[in-house]
């Protein structure tokens, strides 16, 4: 079975700091540092928008909206990808969802809202 099982969201002031988790398990990951896996949101009302991505070899890539706040990064011997998100905004307020690349595998989201 595939499991992608984020966490670390929650309810944080305009300016703070978030720390998301995903692990992932399940037959597919046992070459785990060989999959890019991206961050993704959704906001109510909008659609599922790609966040930041991280290759195999580490290499990143982010949407315009959160260069420079936030940082995606992660651990092959844990199976984990992360996403430090720093001055946040209300604008970020959204579901945060892992997924592996190119798959229809995905996590079931964590909550960040932001407060103003």
């Known amino acids: 079975q595939v499991q992608l099982v984020e966490s670390g969201g929650g309810l944080v002031q305009s300016g703070g700091s978030l720390r998301l988790s995903c692990a992932a398990s399940?037959?597919?990951?046992?070459?785990?540092?060989?999959?890019?896996m991206d961050w993704y949101r959704q906001a109510p009302g909008k659609q599922r928008e790609l966040v930041a991505r991280?290759?195999?070899?580490?290499?990143?890539n982010y949407a315009d909206s959160v260069k420079d706040r936030f940082t995606i990064s992660r651990d092959n011997a844990k199976k984990m990808v992360f996403l430090q998100m720093n001055r946040l905004k209300p604008e970020d307020t959204a579901v945060y969802y892992c997924?592996?690349?190119?798959?229809?595998?995905w996590g079931q989201g964590t909550q960040v809202t932001v407060s103003s």
């Open positions: 997924k592996v690349y190119g798959s229809d595998y």
């Open positions: 399940g037959y597919i990951f046992s070459f785990y540092n060989t999959y890019t």
């Open positions: 991280i290759t195999s070899g580490g290499g990143t």
